[in-house]
DNA sequence: CTGAAAGCGCTTACAG
DNA sequence: CTGAAAGCGCTTACAG
């Protein structure tokens, strides 16, 4: 930076070395105060605070965390598909609220669900020695993640499914929550419910595909190979795939199960510009803001970002917090129905 | 951290003492090569290269930044109103793709608009040294933000106006973007246009009620005041206040403009439940998604939160590259319209 | 152009 | 219980 010339002093100049001299105590005694660390006088710990509070001293918890054993940084980092959508979006303020109840800082990176990209993050992210990560795992850097495991760093993954040693894990019931919704459907009289769903590398996309299967396994009917699309990653390929499946097929479906938000308002709009969004019941899995001011609302399957992300911080910060067990956990967050007319118009 | 005895040595423990060595160099020559520094042998650059390559050197910023004369810490902060909010992820995303390029790490921290968090936040960001701080101000930390900014951390204030002394800042055209809203509902021959406004404090609201009144004057209209409403601060007021000016009016408005997000969702609401949707046009500030998808689409007039990210991000890393100036910058994104129809809707 | 030494702000053995 | 010294991983005067 440029130096101007009316700059004051850059920062809080005050260090420890001046609370020291002012408390007339040794450096040492100083740091431990600070910390919190016992066997000190106690009229030691009282003229330290004071002038610590009388200098305005403010501890350097960078600097402090180069030469602590245990190297904490009190911060913890926070991979994301992408920091800008409301799933992401909502974990991150949950686990932000939770972390500062600890002063703790969360560092926050967008992966674009790229391997490379979350990789590359994780090593950021590592090398500035936070204590601990909260993943969104694109599924590509399981090697990765051992490995930065076993060199004592805690890790939860969050929303899919990995299963390294004590690497805990947080997700929803995808399986049940659709089993769940798709057997409303069946329950309702309808016989024939399409299907559309993200990519099938994705463990939440097999999961959802299984509660659909099971749904129809348990209500003793069969699938209709032909009303399934997966591998859909977009609103506008759901918007194809859902017109194809409603115009080419012979005795087209009276339901769809949308396994994902963009699939859902893919699928709604081309409900709408057939004209079937009151003919065709629709659920989608995961809720999105005005679902309820569409016409009709749309049904959602609905997962609780705030509360995953909660359930992730608690673990991450359990193990941080001298707590690190042997065993890897899995946190399941149920799933919830919200009705809002879409998923209750019955068969023609 | 509890120490498991199958853990691998924390982190990356290769140190540039290591590359020294296996280079057969000096200490400063490592640091030179590493940063760049000019006036070193060829053949000395090559071989710290390749030491550093073979080993699988990582540079430790953090340590770096302790003695480095001008404190960098390749670290920025981003204080917004919440991270999970539309606009503020938005931004937070443009922000991280542009630090991203120049290898610099954000961090973030929600306001949720009181001014002690803020202050709370500005303060930790600081003492964790960032090199720079993007800061979307609740309006109650001038003093705070004009001694960091004294102190030597360059400051870019978003989204609403601050005077301060070498602080940068980037906001929309509130105002011009409001009166050719409400221009475009005068010429469509509305002459009783509806205002609902966000708190008088923030500056933005302020901003868009000149933009509302600007409009009148220049069309030579009259304002009624009873058609206006300040200060509104959630979507169920909204609801309410349009509700009270819909019916107790004796001549009701036959257009609204909504001045925030929020209140356009509550004005839409009320227009629903009174079955006048099709009848009121209706535009509101700031876009918000399916906007498109509502019966009839809702016009606004648009922000672009990316580009304001790009925008600030650009003027912060400036200052932050030596760039710094004496005089502060403001720069003006403009706003855009989008027609959905609600805002063409004409007078009866 | 290059390296040995000092030092950034702190914590941690090590003596007392 | 307390303090002087060494050291965390690096950068920066300071000599050569």
New interface residues.
Partial sequence: ??K?P???????KVTMRDVAQRAGVGLATVSRVINGKPGVAADLIERVNEASRALGY??????S??RRA??R?ATIALVLE?????F???L??AV?DAARAEDI??????SDEHPEREHELID?F????VDGLIVVPTGGTDGQLATVR?????IVCVDRLVELD?VDTVTVDNREGTRAAVRRLLDLGHRRIAYLGDMRAIWTARERYEGYLEAHAGAGRPVDERLVRRDIRSAEAAEHAIGEILTAVDDPPTAVFAAQNLLT?GT??TL?RLGLHDRVALIGFDD???AD???PGVSVVSQDPAEIGLMAARLLLG??N???H?HARHAVVPTGYIARGSGEIPPP
């Avoid at 009316?6 to 809080?12: A, I, L, N, Q, S």
């Avoid at 800082?105 to 967008?110: D, I, K, P, Q, Y």
């Avoid at 590592?126 to 020695?129: A, D, V, W, Y």
Wanted: no cysteine; aromatic share 2%; proline share 6%.
């Fill in positions: 930076m440029a101007i009316g700059d004051e002093p850059r920062h809080g403010r501890h350097d918890v960078t600097a965390s180069l245990d190297r940084t992408d920091v800008a959508n409301p992401s979006s909502a991150h303020r932000e800082l969360v560092l926050t990176g967008s950021t590592t090398l500035r020695r076993r060199q004592g760093t805690p004590r308002i709604l709009r709408q999105f803001p005005l001011m569409l016409r193990r941080i001298g707590g690190d042997r």
